[in-house]
């Protein structure tokens, strides 16, 4: 008994890994669609959307922060594929920047990918910001002077005027951003709400689509009304996912679409497979980590009740 | 007294392999790159460099994930291309995108740059001032850095306060919510946080918040001996608990935002696999050479 306990306890980890990996890949290639229960604060962040006066006409934009890199795309490039649905589906003008190289060149193809399929034309209906650093002055012009902090726009290298994009229309100050949504693996999001949404009057209409390890830093934000919002990690995408997918299939019953969005549609930049199905290997990788800390934790009451006997003895 | 002699320390305390293998690797590697440029160039059903691009990917994911079985020159030399292709490519960033249109370009004149020029001439003050940052390396002039630093210092202090209290306050006044209260306040729903008892309303959630925020102040509150005074220690020993909750939180929340990542990768490679095999059963089908 000693000796299988000893096993349990200093197994080598290498073994734990072989074993995820394995059900990783089995649950990826037998996977199928879950259909997650929304969480609150992710409805609360599709319902602030939907609601943002965005649309054609109402000279406003949503501003999308793309402030992540490759390394994050299994959460934050399902959120982004969830998020720009929603806005072309829901006819939103909305522009697109990054504070990360990385994110700025993903963020452009992603976009474009997407468009594509919904029909969007850039400079009318969505543009792009480009790669911004995020220093204080860019933040505090951006307040003043949406064109002045973004100078050209990151795709075609054009000054942000009117006569080049349609978009940009009456577009001058945050005061014309309907809202901003911050999908992001940093810390962007403390600049953005101590910076620019004290400034802003009213005070400026913040999503936040984070990774798992930012979760539960940004609940007390949402709590005081500083976020309308939240998207979080992997599980946050597929919620944000199924209401999207319900509001298109809702559209072309109807006939207002002609074809629902095609994940697997050929594209520049290959996105992850949709995030409802990844959270069915999610769920599966969950179930192997509550079995081995079972079995770590009942190896261990065990092994202490025999060196408790034999010390009693 | 003999003094210990002192030795500077090694690069990495891993195993010394021959340099062999690292430029083996990385002939590899380069190999690699030359024949998919030239798979994209003459290789007349696949066009798409992304095919090939994507099988790097696969290499390179699983050169890192090697390092779970152990330290191996394969791990280091992709470690060493993944930080390398990151600097260069954020160095070419900030050059192209912030540099040339926000510095360089409204500081040149027409005449020179064309439509894009600004002929901000001061702009050039910028050079000179981030080049104060480098006296730190030559000793003589390393008083100069001083200046930038405390402007710099002084600048970021400002905003530091005024971020705090832009960020913190509106979460202050959110956590002053009376838990009980004569009124019906709209802004909450019936239920748990709205228990209506003859004209009291009381807020189920806002009290626990209460609860949880004095219990857990009452741990960091070292100014009175928590073994004397139970009226600290026993709401310390409570508050214990609501931060291992928390940590747990934040550990779970850590553990679920990896395994995404993970799984994205798993994804991605066995999206590469499945584009591989389609690609090879293609030319072993119509019986075709890879270049002709």
Redesign the interface.
Known sequence: MDAFLQGILSLDRRWIYLVLVIVFVFSLIKGRMTNPVVLPPVRQLYTAVEAAPANPGQQKIILVGLDYEAGSLGENGNQTRALLRHLMLSHKRFAIFSITPQGAANGQMMTSDIAGQYGYEYGKDWIDFGYKLPMLSFYKTLIHDIPKAIGQDGRDGRVLTPQNFPIMNGIKSMKDVAMHVEITTYATLDDWISIVQPATKPRLKMGYACTGINVTGAYPYLDSGQLVGLMPGLKGAADYEKLVDAQENALYRAGKIKARFDPYAPAQFRLPAPARKLMYTQNAAHLVVLFFILIGNIGLLISLRIRNKKGGA | MVEKETRAPAAHDGPVESPAWIIAIFIFVLAFLVVGVLFHTYAPAQKDF?LWTGLLGLLATVGIFSV??RENPVFRLFEHIFVGLSVG??I???WF??ML??WYYPMMPRSIVGEQGGGMWLLFLALPMGLLFFTVYFPRISWMNRFILSILMG?AAG?AL??????LA??I??AFRAPITRYNTEEVRAGLNNITLGGIHIHLWWLVSIVVLTCTMAYFFFSIDHKRAGWVREPAKVGRYFIMI?LG??FG????????????????L??TINLWKGVLAYWFVHHRTFFH
């Open positions: 992304r779970l079985y490519y954020g070419a960033a900030a995108q912030i249109p926000q600048w905003n005024q971020q705090f209290i832009g960020s509106p979460q006044v959110a928390a939180t934040i929340t850590t553990v679920m935002g990896r395994f995404s990542l993970l799984i994205e990768r798993l994804d991605t066995m999206n």
